[in-house]
């Protein structure tokens, strides 16, 4: 019986490295998308780049997207779906305020 219960612990663990593989890819789409509609909205609605605004806006940010950069430039799969969603939901808000 402990044998038996060994061996779920065992198949559960070697399921884990994949499932935080790919929750990761699922995190870095998210981001990928985040940014490509902020980055469409700055230029689009205000005519800035998303650095520019980020910088004054909150600049310690700032270092953390540099470092994740060239991963969120490199992100090939974007469902344009969502880049949109996000980009409407900026827009909407930004309408609001001003």
């Known amino acids: ?3 038996g219960l ?6 559960e663990a070697d399921i884990l490295p994949e499932l935080l593989e790919k929750l990761e890819h699922e995190l870095a789409l998210e981001a990928a998308a985040i940014w490509q509609a902020f980055t469409l909205f700055c230029r ?3 005519a800035l780049e998303p650095e520019k605004l ?11 997207i540099e470092a994740h950069r060239e991963a969120l430039d490199k992100t090939q799969y974007l469902q344009q779906k969502e880049v949109e969603e996000y980009r409407y939901a900026l827009k909407e808000v930004w309408e609001r305020v001003t």
């Open 1 to 3: 019986m402990c044998s």
């Open 6 to 11: 060994l061996e779920n612990r065992l198949e």
């Open 44 to 46: 689009e609605e205000l």
């Open 54 to 64: 980020v910088k004054v806006w909150i600049e310690p940010a700032l270092a953390a």
